[in-house]
């Protein structure tokens, strides 16, 4: 079992950055990927970043590229969404997820492969 606990979120002008934080707890942490998703209003949710159980594989949506970077510290039992160059487009609820699949060579980026979910952290972008 793995429960996960979002934080860091809130209320950040057009280009200004946020650091968003999950953190984890169960015994198998540090054996799962992990990934990030966000649900804006009206829309599915939306693959935004991923990291393997490791942190040496990473991938990105293409709409945060550049602007996004996942981390993850399995000592600390954390994973963290530094978000830079914010875009009202950005505005969503944010979630983590952990993956319990042992087999996979990259993280996947399809929501309903993961298996655990926090609670989601609002992100609002203004313009």
């Known amino acids: 079992q793995v429960q996960l606990v979002e934080s860091g979120g809130g209320l950040v002008q057009a280009g200004g950055s946020l650091r968003l934080s999950c953190a984890a707890s169960g015994r198998t942490f540090s054996n799962y990927d992990m990934g990030w998703f966000r649900q804006a209003p009206g829309k599915e949710r939306e693959f935004v970043a991923a990291?393997?159980?490791?942190?040496?594989?990473?991938s990105y949506a293409t709409s945060v590229k550049g602007r996004f970077t996942i981390s993850r510290d399995n000592a600390k039992k954390m994973v963290d969404l530094q978000m830079n160059s914010l875009k009202p487009e950005d505005t969503a609820v944010y979630y983590c997820?952990?993956?319990?699949?042992?087999?996979?060579?990259?993280?996947?980026?399809?929501?309903?492969?993961?298996?655990?979910w926090g609670q989601g952290t609002q992100v609002t972008v203004s313009s």
């Open positions: 997820a952990a993956d319990r699949e042992s087999g996979r060579i990259v993280p996947t980026t399809r929501s309903d492969r993961y298996d655990y």
């Open positions: 990291i393997n159980w490791s942190g040496g594989i990473t």
